[in-house]
Nanobody, 128 residues
């Protein structure tokens, strides 16, 4: 069973940058698309970004396009989310997740139900 552990969250000011990481153990990391989701208090978990298992495809929700960059290092079993020009509305717990489908082809999944392994999350707080 894969375990996902996020790190790198913190308290920053609007306009600052932060990089969160997700280390995976167990399973075959390189064969799965990985995603980042976030959940703010009182809100549903929302998709942020994902990167295909092959590393060749990425996808972002509109609100973070041009500000966030997802990447992965298969040698380190780690996926990253570089967040620049952070805004107060980015405040949330950020979770990484592993695709439920091995070596998925086609459209990168964005729905939480399409991911079957989740980390506990790391808190990102952006002050105005």
């Amino acid at each position: 069973q894969v375990q996902l552990v996020e790190s790198g969250g913190g308290l920053v000011q609007a306009g600052d940058s932060l990089r969160v990481s997700c280390a995976a153990s167990g399973g075959t990391f390189s064969s799965y698309t990985m995603g980042w989701f976030r959940q703010a208090p009182g809100k549903e978990r929302e998709f942020v970004s994902a990167i295909a298992w092959s590393g060749g495809g990425t996808y972002y929700t509109d609100s973070v396009k041009g500000r966030f960059t997802i990447s992965r290092d298969n040698a380190k079993n780690t996926v990253y989310l570089q967040m620049n020009n952070l805004k107060p509305e980015d405040t949330a717990v950020y979770h990484c997740a592993r695709d439920a489908k091995w070596k998925r082809l086609g459209v990168i999944p964005t729905a939480p139900r399409e991911y079957d392994s989740w980390g506990l999350g790391t808190q990102v707080t952006v002050s105005s």
